[in-house]
């Protein structure tokens, strides 16, 4: 009889090749030493299946029995040394007991932070709400008419110069525009609001300008606004004065010097001293009788004052920053310092 034809036809229960391809792709499957033992125990076990097979050798016919007999041992050697093989290759992928300290403190996971820009933005909010202002928000895109025409900046007013524009192409409105300062909500804030009013409004502003350490084309603002019956510059000296403190130091000395804004009459810019050095931080004055009056306050009635700074300038300040571009160009080696 050949003898591939005994291997597959045997009557000795199922065929020793069929055992084999059943052994091996369990022994693969195997992973740990409880599914190697059950293993161990099916196959090569005293009432194991292939001790089953050997056994039943006995009733084949002496040509048979030869065959398949020497084909049920080479199979026994052949699993006996695969699974030898298994079972170290388990134990060499295993971290050897011991090697693993389970009292060490864990990895941390790495925590995003707040940027330095919101930092700063809420330090100098949070000062003002302190003294009773509201934080608001208003349109990063925004309407000539808030931008410029409320605050008393006419179109032919020299001081729209002042203000690069990025305009918004449209094909239905020409008058529509990235905010070149948070001013506008000054206009916004009144129009809706009755006096008294005391807001502070941070928000992002964009100009059309080229970049360099002190220039960036899109920054951020805090704008600040009090208007009431009675208020004087003696309340916004005494406002912003109290803010440079909180966020300065208390020993700090602030300097006032006349500036011009269109929106404010009169109008100031705002100095810190930096070792011995003026460091303009902000733009204030009291809000203008026709700013009150574009949006229909009374002006022989109602007096505010107004005021204007930048954070990131404000944070240079603070941290010692020599270029404001660091604050918007997304590398870790800085944000990470705050
Ligand atoms: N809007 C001004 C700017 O962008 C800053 C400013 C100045 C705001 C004076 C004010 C102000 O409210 O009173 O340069």
């Known amino acids: 009889?050949?003898?591939?034809?005994?291997?597959?036809?045997?009557?000795?229960?199922?065929?020793?090749?069929?055992?084999?391809?059943?052994?091996?792709?369990?022994?693969?499957?195997?992973?740990?030493?409880?599914?190697?033992?059950?293993?161990?125990?099916r196959f090569l076990g005293r009432k194991g299946r292939l001790t089953s097979l050997l056994r039943g050798l006995g009733s084949l016919d002496i040509d048979e029995r030869k065959v398949i007999g020497a084909e049920a041992n080479k199979l026994r050697g052949e699993l006996e040394s695969l699974y030898e093989e298994r079972t170290s290759k388990l134990k060499s992928t295993r971290a050897p007991v011991g090697s693993i300290d389970i009292t060490l403190p864990g990895r941390k996971p790495a925590l995003g932070g707040l940027h330095p820009s919101t930092q700063m933005i809420r330090e100098i909010t949070q000062a003002f709400n302190e003294m009773g202002f509201q934080t608001i928000e208003g349109p990063e895109v925004e309407l000539e008419k808030y931008n410029f025409d409320m605050l008393n900046i006419p179109a032919n007013h020299p001081a729209r110069d002042q203000w690069d524009t990025i305009w918004v192409d449209s094909d239905t409105h020409n008058d529509v525009l990235l905010r070149t300062h948070t001013s506008p909500m000054q206009a916004r804030t009144m129009e809706q609001n009755d006096p008294?009013?005391?807001?502070?409004?941070?928000?992002?502003?964009?100009?059309?300008?080229?970049?360099?350490?002190?220039?960036?084309?899109?920054?951020?603002?805090?704008?600040?606004?009090?208007?009431?019956?009675?208020?004087?510059?003696?309340?916004?000296?005494?406002?912003?004065?109290?803010?440079?403190?909180?966020?300065?130091?208390?020993?700090?000395?602030?300097?006032?010097?006349c500036d011009f804004f269109p929106f404010v009459e009169p109008g100031v810019d705002m100095s810190i001293d930096w070792n011995g050095s003026w460091i303009e931080i902000l733009g204030a004055g009291m809000v203008h009788p026709k700013v009150l009056e574009n949006a229909g306050y009374d002006s022989t009635k109602y007096t505010g004052f107004a005021f204007g700074m930048g954070p990131e300038r404000i944070s240079m300040l603070r941290n010692e920053i020599t270029d404001i571009r660091h604050f918007f160009s997304n590398d870790l080696r800085f944000l990470t310092q705050f």
């Not at 792709?25 to 190697?36: I, P, R, V």
């Open 1 to 41: 009889m050949p003898k591939d034809q005994g291997v597959q036809a045997t009557h000795v229960g199922e065929s020793v090749v069929d055992m084999k391809f059943a052994a091996i792709a369990d022994l693969d499957s195997a992973e740990s030493d409880d599914q190697l033992e059950s293993w161990r125990v």
């Open 196 to 257: 008294p009013i005391r807001v502070i409004v941070p928000g992002k502003c964009y100009r059309y300008e080229s970049t360099d350490a002190t220039h960036e084309w899109h920054f951020n603002q805090v704008e600040g606004l009090a208007v009431d019956d009675g208020i004087t510059f003696a309340d916004l000296k005494g406002t912003l004065y109290e803010f440079a403190r909180r966020i300065f130091g208390p020993q700090r000395k602030v300097r006032f010097r």
